[in-house]
């Protein structure tokens, strides 16, 4: 996106904010279409990983419009929260299909130790253990460097870039790709470290 259309973003969503009558009708096809550039590493070949990136688009642009509450500051603030949206899609979404499936929690100690956190998950996936997994240790993360959680939520969950993610964080690039290396290397010994303990 180039920096006017960020510039007309930022503007609306402090419009609406505000109150303006006409922004909002002006902001909907906007993040409409900042949802689906969002989602488009969750996008598989085939219509049916079209549909699920057109649900995640839809689930995540509802959530944000009932979020009248919010006080948008600018289109890093965007992506920062539509990143926790998206998270939460995709972890609800997982445990769903975990608990659909007969000894789903049994299959808990099932799950990779090898976790890819550089292929970003869709709906359809069928990686339900490996993206509940993640989002746990991503919790336990959050409490000891929260940063570098954010960095995950914003590359994992929700596809964002490193210039993206260095947009939303307010730090730059380099920081983003060193907060990425070692919170993907401590993740993987977590989610190895949690699968070793429930084989035992």
């Known amino acids: 996106m180039n920096a006017t259309a960020s510039q007309e973003i930022t503007g609306l969503l402090k419009a609406w904010e505000e109150g303006h009558p006409t922004a909002l009708n002006r902001?909907?096809?906007q993040i409409y279409r900042e949802l689906k550039r969002l989602a488009r590493r969750h996008r598989r070949s085939g219509d049916c990983g079209t549909l699920q990136t057109t649900a995640l688009v839809h689930e995540a642009y509802i959530k944000l419009a009932e979020m009248s509450a919010v006080r948008?500051?600018?289109?890093?603030?965007?992506?920062?929260v539509s990143a926790r949206i998206m998270r939460g899609i995709l972890v609800d979404a997982a445990r769903?299909?975990?608990?659909?499936k007969r000894g789903g929690l049994l299959r808990r100690a099932g799950t990779?130790?090898?976790i890819d956190l550089d292929q970003i998950p869709d709906l359809g996936s069928g990686r339900a253990e490996e993206i509940l997994a993640i989002h746990e240790a991503l919790e336990h993360l959050a409490k000891m460097d929260a940063r570098q959680a954010q960095v995950v939520?914003?590359?994992f969950f929700a596809g964002l870039s490193v210039d993206e993610t260095a947009e939303a964080l307010k730090i730059s690039p380099q920081s983003v790709m060193r907060d990425w290396k070692l919170a993907k290397a401590w993740l993987r010994r977590e989610v190895r470290r949690g699968a070793d303990g429930l084989r035992r």
């Open 153 to 155: 939520e914003m590359r």
């Open 96 to 100: 769903a299909r975990r608990s659909q």
């Open 112 to 114: 990779s130790s090898d």
């Open 27 to 29: 902001l909907i096809p």
């Open 72 to 80: 948008w500051q600018d289109r890093a603030h965007f992506y920062a």
